[in-house]
Nanobody, 122 residues
Framework: QVQLVESGGGLVQAGGSLRLSCAAS????????MGWFRQAPRKERELVAA???????YYPDSVKGRFTISRDNAKNTVYLQMNSLRPEDTAVYYC????????????????WGRGTQVTVSS
């Protein structure tokens, strides 16, 4: 019933840009923290962006200045704009929603999408 569906992934050359979208259905996520995670083969899942209902954002150093998360509550949709992409950004990107204890915490996300592949060529 509750679904998060990512789109916008694909193949891009280093230095290029992609915009990921996450469309939610089944309930309204206006009061949830929305996050984008990524996971590359043989690597741990990494939180790359998060945004609260009020618009506060978090980014780790690995993507800060290159990625921007935003949300449109009227559309129940969250976005991830990725610029200056690097080969090390290659991963499956997942959209998630929940109530983590802090905006930088990886735990507390209850709803997950299936992911979209982002591949950055060198």
């Amino acid at each position: 019933q509750v679904q998060l569906v990512e789109s916008g992934g694909g193949l891009v050359q280093a230095g290029g840009s992609l915009r990921l979208s996450c469309a939610a259905s089944g309930r309204t996520f206006n009061r949830d923290v929305m996050g984008w995670f990524r996971q590359a083969p043989r690597k741990e899942r990494e939180l790359v962006a998060a945004i609260t209902w009020s618009g506060s954002t978090y980014y780790p150093d690995s993507v800060k200045g290159r990625f921007t998360i935003s949300r449109d509550n009227a559309k129940n949709t969250v976005y991830l704009q990725m610029n200056s992409l690097r080969p090390e950004d290659t991963a499956v990107y997942y959209c998630a929603a929940g109530l983590p204890p802090t905006i930088a915490t990886i735990q507390g996300y209850d709803y997950w999408g299936r992911g979209t592949q982002v591949t950055v060529s060198s």
